[in-house]
């Protein structure tokens, strides 16, 4: 589920100059407060110190640049977490987005898959709760498919696995021009699920699709879109179920449940 970030709650924290024009970016799709903190060093304070006078501003917060120095910034900060402002660290490529603090009570987890939609990054959620949840699923659907439509072709899915059920699913993977379908939010919202978006050239890119579909390749330019963007979303993970169509949305389900064991056993 991807909440809408208030703006007064959100502060945005880039570490270097060089990343303010990311973190305008994120600015323009978030709100929020923008840190110039180089601009104050006059004033004798460091920037751990300026973030420390800052830290309990907003509810959240991203900090652009190296997790490193995020961790010695919050050194002495956190004190519950259930009243600590949540943390989001990306570094200035935009390629992770690393939920460091208050991931669940926060919404850390939910503002790093935000982030990774905005910047193209990857998210990288490391709390328990999400590391027991092995499955991923892979969503395709026609212009304005229902999330009732959505949550009839995912149960028909699950059904052909035994044992799946949507309680082990850990996010939903989709083409990133199915982002805003308002029916595929709903379902994640309903269901607490975010929703991680993989890029149209990435897809194409690494098409790995049992049964290619001419309508996607003609309406997309791709060959398909959920067996492609599950495995991208869980490139150690097996396809427990290739392509299932229902009502115009397709569902493709990968399982990652034996994690770095298979990558050891398979080098």
Known sequence: MNP?????????WPVRAEAVALAMHLQDCLG?????PWLHAEGGLSQRQQFALAYRRHRQWIMIGATGIAVRFLDGLPQDK??????????????????????????????????AQITGAQPVVTTATEAVKPLVLGIGCRKLASAEQIGRAVAQALEQCPGAALSQVREVATIDIKAGEPGLLAFCATHGLPL???????IAQRAWVGKPSDWVRQNVGVEGVCEPAALIASPRGRLLLGKSALEGVTVAIVDDGDGWRSFMENP
């Open 4 to 12: 809408p970030v208030v703006p007064a709650d959100l502060g945005l």
């Open 32 to 36: 929020g407060e923008l840190y110039r």
């Open 82 to 115: 259930h009243r600590d402002p949540a943390l989001v660290v990306l570094d200035e490529a935009g390629r992770f987005a690393i939920p460091l603090l208050a991931g669940h009570e926060g919404g850390a987890n939910s503002l790093a898959y935000r982030v």
């Open 196 to 202: 991680r978006v993989i890029a149209r050239q990435q």
